[in-house]
């Protein structure tokens, strides 16, 4: 049998928006630590994957992934290697009046591949963890979905990050988000401690994704769900791009 880690990117599903490099895995419930899928398609990032890792050293590669995303949380408008910001929100599918009902600071840096948030089913009174929340727009829009009686676990490894989405929810007023400053691969939360996970763009900025696999399948509950997003190659790169750094992020 494929391992859970296998079994994911199996099943990620071309969505919508740029079809070319966009996936997203969405309604799987988790069930004994596995996923169940409805569609399935192969993406070719497991190729780009082997290059990189060879290419540049696993924390090497995490520093520069973590000083990427904390230079767009500390100057957002500046030029990144991805698109950051409230147009690009828009351009995924945020409609402008939920955006409108959330702070600018967290939709200035929002720097995801989807609208997460939005597409997830997330019931009220439900607990959600939002992994690699980066400046917390899909935090946000889950602590408004879930309602006083749910609770959001927003865990990013970038401070600068982190304090732009805790800004924003101060902001906000809304009261039932907490803060993680962890790596995706040993979050602080108790085993099955989350209902609905959401992932908005972490998978293709780490090697060690099958971890982060392993830990998802950990944290949330039996019968809960994970809905997350990725871009996903559907014909293989050139060589010279595969071995590009700048590629690793955009
Ligand atoms: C593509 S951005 C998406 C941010 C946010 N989800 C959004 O929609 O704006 C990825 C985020 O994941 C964080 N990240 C990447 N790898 C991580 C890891 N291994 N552990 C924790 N956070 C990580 C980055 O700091 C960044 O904020």
Not at 18 to 32: E, F, K, L, P, Y
Not at 38 to 49: D, F, G, I, K, L
Not at 226 to 250: G, H, I, T, Y
């Amino acid at each position: 049998m494929a391992s859970f880690a296998e079994s994911a990117w199996d099943a990620l599903s071309i969505h919508s928006l740029d079809q070319r490099r966009q996936g997203v895995i969405s309604g799987n419930t988790m069930r004994q630590g596995r996923i169940v899928f409805q569609n399935r398609c192969r993406p070719v990032a497991s190729m780009q994957e082997q290059t990189m890792t060879k290419t540049i050293g696993e924390t090497t590669l995490r520093d520069k992934v973590r000083d990427a995303y904390s230079a767009a949380a500390a100057d957002p408008t500046s030029q990144h290697a991805f698109p950051v910001g409230r147009q690009f929100a828009e351009s995924l599918g945020y409609p402008a009046e939920i955006l409108d009902t959330l702070p600018g600071r967290a939709i200035e840096a929002f720097a995801g591949v989807s609208n997460v948030s939005i597409l997830a089913r997330i019931p009220a009174g439900a607990t959600v963890l939002d992994l690699g929340c980066g400046a917390g727009t899909d935090s946000l829009i889950s602590a408004q979905r879930v309602g006083r009686g749910g609770r959001v676990i927003a865990v990013d490894f970038s401070s600068a990050m982190l304090e732009r989405a805790r800004d924003a929810a101060r902001e906000s007023g809304l009261e039932n988000i907490e803060f993680r400053l962890a790596d995706a691969e040993r979050v602080p939360l108790d085993d099955a401690e989350v209902d609905v996970a959401i992932v908005n763009g972490i998978f293709n900025l780490n090697p060690a994704r099958e971890a982060i696999f392993r830990e998802l399948a950990r944290i949330v509950a039996p019968g809960g769900s994970l809905f997350a997003a990725e871009l996903v190659l559907q014909e293989p790169l050139p060589v010279s791009e595969k071995s590009s750094e700048a590629n690793w992020f955009a």
